[in-house]
């Protein structure tokens, strides 16, 4: 069973920083699409940021500029790295994962998700 775990998530204030970690297995931080997706109460979910098995990144429009996605294959992580965050960021944000060749943000894509960490912006 895949598994990715979530943690990093936090109060922090408007303006600040924040890094979220995604641990996960060896052969899914080398070999998969991964993403970080977020879900605010009473809203959909909404795809954060994307990094394909080549390198390729994908940013959703409002938070290009702030926020970094990445990874580190000897370590099996992935990480979003949050800057001058904002009130809109709070939400619950979660790893997800495919095998697919292709990597965009349209969650029905991913098939592996983790339970996920939740991060609180205050204005």
């Known amino acids: 069973q895949v598994q990715l775990v979530e943690s990093g998530g936090d109060s922090v204030q408007a303006g600040g920083s924040l890094t979220l970690s995604c641990t996960t297995a060896?052969?899914?931080?080398?070999?998969?699409?991964m993403g970080w997706f977020r879900r605010a109460p009473g809203k959909d979910s909404e795809g954060v940021a994307a990094i394909a098995q080549d390198g390729n990144l994908t940013y959703v429009d409002s938070v290009k500029g702030r926020f970094a996605i990445s990874r580190d294959n000897a370590a099996n992580k992935l990480y979003l790295r949050m800057n001058d965050v904002k009130p809109e960021d709070s939400g619950m944000y979660y790893c997800?994962?495919?095998?697919?060749?292709?990597?965009?943000?349209?969650?029905?894509?991913?098939?592996?998700w983790g339970q996920g960490t939740q991060v609180t912006v205050s204005s």
């Open positions: 997800a994962a495919h095998s697919h060749w292709g990597c965009d943000l349209v969650k029905e894509t991913y098939n592996y």
């Open positions: 060896d052969y899914i931080i080398n070999n998969y699409c």
